[in-house]
């Protein structure tokens, strides 16, 4: 029986723990493309509003905004950029399969932990 007192990291965490990295980079991803698409159609409102302003103030105060979509759009392209070649290499069916496998594993991995770890009774095959 292993010793459970020891602390160690198991295989299981250690499968979950990347498992749950690709996860969020998927997630973070998926918001920061969706948020930088948003901000592209905000561009279009903003540019017609400078374009339509009564005057100077009403300008600059839209560009001030203009401003803030931009900047915000290139934190979130950003954060793409920084996800993107982990999302892409998962979105290739070959590794997208293995994911699901390891998705597959990390279930077996838990059972069999649970029955290391757990107390086992030893049942008599002959009375």
Known sequence: MIDTAEKIRTPAQQ????????????ED???????????????Q?????????????ERNRVATKLQNSRK???R?????????????IFDEKANRDTLNRMRQLL???RKEEE???GDRVYKPRVK
């Open 115 to 117: 029955y290391l770890f």
């Open 72 to 74: 915000e759009r290139r």
């Open 45 to 57: 409102d903003l540019v017609h509003e400078i374009e339509f302003a009564p005057d100077k103030a």
């Open 15 to 26: 499968l979950e723990e990347f498992l749950n990295f690709i996860d969020q980079c998927y």
């Open 76 to 88: 979130n392209k950003d954060i793409v950029k920084l996800n993107e070649l982990v999302v892409k």
């Open 107 to 109: 279930s077996r991995q």
């Open 29 to 43: 991803y998926r918001y920061a493309y969706e948020a930088v698409n948003e901000e592209d159609k905000r561009l």
